[in-house]
């Protein structure tokens, strides 16, 4: 069963540390995707990446870092977790191979930064 | 550029019935369409997808949706509503050529509630 793997389902963070969020694709897919999912808002993309070591600025960078140094894994950080960056986080990886481009997400991360 | 609304933030109905659940896009070209379903404390998953042909596409748990052009509209259905259907619903767009990543773009979501 394929699947997307993030490294915590709840994660609670103090103001200022930095915090690594952890996605692994067992599909052998090229494209990797960040979002943070908010009410009222939908989904949000931060960062993605189509190829190892290659990353792309999505609508919402600020504060985020990323790493793609194999391919399955993508790694989302926060420099300096503030307050504003309680969310919801979900990774997705897609397949060139896939006319559509079909995102498998995974299951999420809620984060809480107190 | 592209985008999705999804006019309403909450959809009630009552069990048996049928529901729907509206979302209409903006985008150049023939769209790549695609509904996911997310229950609670769990990540999205892919309910179904329009790429080309027939307007009327089915797909997981008894869902469709409808593919209108003139209407820019691809409002997800089900004859008859069950309790388990309850959940967070994204629509999500994108154009064919959309460069080398193939970003959606995803609405807001609408929250399904089916009472018992």
């Known amino acids: 069963d394929v699947k997307v793997t993030q490294s915590s389902r709840y994660l609670v963070k103090r103001t200022g540390e930095k915090v690594f969020l952890e996605c692994v694709q067992d599909m052998d897919h090229e494209n990797m995707f960040w979002y943070r999912q908010d009410p009222g808002l939908g989904l949000r993309l931060i960062y993605f990446?189509?190829?190892?070591?290659?990353?792309e600025k999505g609508d919402i960078p600020e504060g985020y870092s990323v790493s793609r140094e194999k391919k399955e894994r993508f790694s989302l950080i926060l420099e300096s977790a503030s307050t504003n960056q309680t969310s919801m986080y979900l990774c997705a990886s897609s397949t060139s191979g896939d006319r559509t481009r079909r995102g498998i997400f995974g299951p999420g991360t809620r984060l809480t930064v107190t | 550029a592209q985008s999705v609304a999804q006019p309403e933030d909450q959809v009630n109905v009552a069990e048996g019935n049928p529901l729907t659940v509206k979302c209409t896009y903006s985008?150049?070209?023939?769209?790549?369409l695609f509904w996911y379903v997310q229950y609670p404390n769990r990540g999205l998953q892919f309910l179904l997808k329009?790429?080309?042909?027939?307007?009327l596409v089915k797909g997981s748990y008894g869902f469709e949706a409808e593919f209108n052009k003139s209407q820019t509209s691809f409002h997800l259905k089900k004859p008859s509503a069950l309790v388990s259907d309850s959940a967070l619903y994204f629509c999500a767009v994108r154009a064919p050529s959309s460069g080398g990543s193939y970003i959606p773009t995803f609405g807001r979501g609408t929250s399904l509630i089916v009472h018992p």
């Open positions: 990446s189509y190829d190892v070591k290659m990353k």
């Open positions: 985008v150049s070209g023939n769209p790549y």
């Open positions: 329009y790429i080309t042909g027939d307007n």
